[in-house]
DNA sequence: GAATAATTTTAGACTAATCTAAAAATTTAA
DNA sequence: TTAAATTTTTAGATTAGTCTAAAATTATTC
C-alpha cells in the first residue's frame, strides 16, 4: 500500500493533469502548500514506484497504475462527501475538509458497500463526477456561464471553485446544482450577466459567471 | 491535535487500565505489536504533554484528559463498527480493521452527526458500550458464562475475545448479542457446558464459556 | 541480603517526510 | 546567442516513529 502522503500527491498530480498534458514541480508544490524540493524527493519515491513518468526537469504524467490509484482516491473523496450531504446533512460547502480525511480510508470493500447503500450515484454534491468501482465516469460537456450568449439556457452543473465562500455566495442566491437558468443580460462593460432563475432575476458579476458551470 | 500513533498509544493504555489499575511498558508494547524501547520514547512524549501520569520504571495512568481522549477514540471505533453492521452489512467479525481506520478521522461533527443519524445506539455490535459525546456510558454488569451455576439463564450480550475466528464460530452456534441462554448441564471433568438456546441444546468449551459474556 | 532474572530505559541508528540554502538546468529576453 | 530570470534539483538538517543492543533499575529467589 501508499502512505497518506503518497496519495496525496498522485491525486494532486491527477487533478493538475486535467489542465495541462504535464505538471511541474512548481504546481504540485502550489497544490499540496509544501515546498519544490520535498516535491522533487517524492518524485523520485513515486518514480521508483513506477506511478509516474518522471525525467528530472520534465515534469511528471502519471502511469496507468498511478493514474488507477489516484481515481480511487478521487472516488472515495466524492462519495464520501456525497454520504455527508445526503445522509448525514451537511451542506455542501462543509464537506471538503472530512472527505480529505475520509478518502484514505483503505478498505475497498467498505467503498463499495457504502456506494451501493447510496444507491450508486453519479456525481458529488459539487457536481463533480463519481468514478465507479472500476474507475470509469461520464465526462459531461460543461461550460461556464460566461461563455454563453443571450437567451442560451441550461442546467446548473458544476462550479469551478469549489471554496466555501463561493459555494455559500451561490447557495444564498439560490444557485445550486440541478436549476434552470437562462441567460437574461449581459452587460458589456463588466461582463456581469443577469439570469433568469424560474420567475426571479439574479445579477452575478464576471467572476462568478466564469465559475459556475451549466450543461446545456 | 494529537497525531494517529498518540491515539492509539492512549487506547491501549486505556484498554488495559480496565484491567489493572496501572500499565506497564511491557503490557503496551504487546498490545500494540511494538517494542519497549518505542513506547519508552512515546511515554516520554505523552506525559509531556500531560496526557499520562508518568515515573520511569512505575508504569502509567492516564491523565483526565488522556482518559477523554481515549474516550473519544472508543467512542469514535465502536460507532462505525455499528454503521459498518447496521448500515453496511458487514458481519460483526469484519469490522474491527476498518474500525481502527475509521477511529481517527478528527470531526467531531461528522462522528455526532453518524451518532445521530443511527439513532444513538449504545452497544456496538459485539456488546461493548458506546460513550455518548460527552464520553459517558453506562458499566452493565457481565458474567462469563464459566461463572454461572446450573439452571442460571440469561442474555448473551458481550465478548471477552474479539477475534474473528472466535466471532465466527459464535454466528455459526447462533450464540449472537441478545439471544437468551441457560445452563442445562456443566461437566466437572473439561468445564465444559451445554446450554439451552430456544429448544435446542449447544455444547460449548470451557474457552468458549470463559468468553462468552451474560447478563442476568 | 546477595545473586539472578525480568523489566525498563538509554544510546545510537534508520526511514519517511519535511525544510532552507546553494547549485544546476532550463527558459526568457535582450 | 549570451545574460538574466526562473525553475528544479541537490546537499545537509530536522522531526516523528521505530528498531537493536547495552545499561540501569526493579523484582524474585536462594
Ligand atoms: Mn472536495
Ligand atoms: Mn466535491
Ligand atoms: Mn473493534
Ligand atoms: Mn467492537
Not at 480511487?72 to 462543509?94: A, G, P
Request: net charge negative; hydrophobic share 40%.
Amino acid at each position: 500500500m501508499n502512505t497518506f502522503t503518497e496519495e496525496n500527491y498522485l491525486k494532486a498530480i491527477y487533478h493538475l493533469s486535467l489542465q495541462s498534458e504535464s505538471v511541474s514541480t512548481n504546481q504540485i508544490a502550489a497544490s499540496l502548500n509544501t515546498k519544490a524540493a520535498s516535491v522533487t524527493d517524492m518524485l523520485k519515491k513515486l518514480a521508483d514506484k513506477e506511478l509516474i513518468n518522471y525525467a528530472k526537469y520534465q515534469g511528471v504524467t502519471l502511469t496507468a497504475e498511478g493514474e488507477k490509484i489516484a481515481l480511487s482516491i478521487v472516488r472515495k473523496h466524492r462519495l464520501w462527501e456525497y454520504f455527508l450531504v445526503e445522509k448525514l446533512n451537511f451542506k455542501w460547502d462543509e464537506v471538503h475538509d472530512v472527505a480529505e480525511e475520509l478518502e484514505h480510508i483503505s478498505s475497498k470493500e467498505l467503498i463499495d458497500r457504502l456506494d451501493d447503500f447510496m444507491g450508486n450515484p453519479k456525481y458529488d454534491p459539487h457536481g463533480d463526477p463519481i468514478p465507479d468501482c472500476n474507475g470509469l465516469f461520464k465526462v459531461h460537456e460543461l461550460k461556464p456561464i460566461s461563455s454563453l450568449i443571450l437567451n442560451d439556457s441550461g442546467i446548473i452543473s458544476g462550479v469551478r471553485d469549489h471554496s466555501s465562500s463561493f459555494l455559500q455566495y451561490l447557495e444564498k442566491m439560490q444557485l445550486t446544482i440541478g436549476r434552470k437558468v437562462k441567460v437574461a443580460e449581459i452587460n458589456d462593460y463588466d461582463h456581469s450577466v443577469i439570469l433568469n432563475l424560474e420567475d426571479k432575476k439574479i445579477h452575478i458579476s464576471r467572476d462568478v459567471a466564469n465559475n459556475l458551470l451549466i450543461s446545456l
